[in-house]
Each structure stands twice: as structure tokens, then as C-alpha cells.
């Protein structure tokens, strides 16, 4: 049953998971009440990691962009896409070593970091996240390597990304246009899948009944959170929620972060691990 009141009646929550576009800041613009209240957590003892299907950010790109709005976290505090993008290849096809990129630099940067080669000659691999500078080569390179037999991984679904004026199209919007050419749908490494969930859990090391998740998308942030076990909190201040009734409905329904209560006492027990 999801609470949309200002009274909700808050279960003991010892850890956080949350997203970051769209719950922290909305394109270059930090959410004020989001930093006041993981600033306020930080205080409290509550250990929380942040997990974000952008794979245009290193972990340390988001450390400092948080610090210039007043939340001081170490690295190991955010797990990105591109980083599970890359585990994923090493894990699940360690055979493989030339992988086609689409994306970021940061994105290229996980694959390197791993040991694979980023390559556009005769890819085993085509990993695809947000790319700004989309191009029809960029497409067609990666139409025709999946069509020959390349593997085909997407860092996230997201069709759409909160900015401070709007909207932007997301890396899911991109990935769709690929598998709707080649006919051939993506192994998806971000929220809805729960890869990330458990990483950042583990690095919580918080129980998973008294930890939540909190995001702005109930077919990502949401869905991940339910299928790993954990209480789920949307928060309205992010891309609007539209009605799907396939999808599983958040616990909580909030307008800001400040309605989330995290009592000092809830807090006391665990410590943010670092990895």
C-alpha cells in the first residue's frame, strides 16, 4: 500500500540506497532539500550509497559535483552503470576482450580499467550508455557488429533524464533504436536489475529489511529496489510517474526528501563500509 501523506509511519531504516538524477539534483542544478537531508542522515550515522544508472559520470566526477553542493562522500559511496557495465563483461564473458562503446568518456574509462580493448574493429561486444554525441556512424557501427554476432549490453533503460529546464532523451531512448534495427535485445546492467542493488548493499552492509531505496522512476529506481527485497520511496521531484499497473507500486510516495524520518537512534548500529 503506497502512503502519500505528510504523517507516514516510517519503519525502522538503518541504510540507504537512492538514485541521483532527478532525486539530487535535476541536470546541473543540486535539490536543495535532497542535500539538507543527506547531510542531516550523514549526521544522524546513517550510512547510504548512491546508485545511478548514469554512466556519464565516474564515481569521483560525482563526489566532487556533491561537494560543490555542500555533501562531503568518499568514491566508494556511488556505484555507476558503467562500472557494473564493465563487471558484467569480465564476469559473464570473460572470453571477450574488443568491446564497441557508445557513451561517455567515463564510460570508455571502465572498460579500460577492467583490461578490455575499446575498439570499433570486429567488436565482440557492443556496451551502449548515454552519448551526447550521437552520431549515425556511431549507429551503424554498432547495428552492424550486433547483427555479426556481438554481444549486446545496455547500461540502462532510461528513456528520459530530468535537466533543469525539462527533459532530455536518455541512453534507453538510443539503446531502443539499436534493438529495434538488429532485432536483438540488450542485457540491461542498471535499475530495473538489481546488480547495482547488491553491490551498493554490500557496501552498506545493512540488513535488507531495514534498508531503503529511494528514486524518482518506478520502472527503474523502483522496480530494482522491490525486486531486491528492499522498501522503496519515490519521490515526485524527477521525470513524472506515469500509471503502469505491470509495474510494482513504491511503499511511499514523497514530495522532498525532508518527509523521509530517520530517527538518531534508528541509526546507531551500522557504519558505511568502504570498498
Known sequence: MVSVSSNINWPPIEGIISDLDGVVYRGGTAIADAIEAFTRWQKAGVPFCFATNNSTHTPEDVVGRLRGSGLSIAPSQVVTSAITAAELVRTNYPHLTR??????????????????????????????????????????????????????????????????????????ATIAAVAAATQVQPSIVGKPQVPMIETALSRLGTKRGSTIMIGDQVPTDIQAGKRAGLATVLVTTGVPTRQDPSL???DFIVSSLREIEVSATRAAQPRQRRA
Open 99 to 172: 568491446i564497441y562503446v557508445i557513451g561517455a568518456p567515463s564510460l570508455v574509462t571502465a572498460m579500460r580499467d577492467v583490461g578490455l580493448e575499446v575498439t570499433d574493429r570486429a567488436p565482440e561486444a557492443v556496451v551502449m550508455g548515454l552519448d551526447r554525441d550521437i552520431t549515425h556512424e556511431k549507429l551503424r557501427i554498432a547495428v552492424e557488429s550486433i547483427l555479426n554476432g556481438a554481444v549486446f549490453i545496455g547500461t540502462n533503460p532510461d528513456l528520459l533524464l530530468p535537466t533543469a529546464s525539462g527533459f532530455e532523451p536518455g541512453a534507453g
Open 248 to 250: 510494482m507500486a513504491p
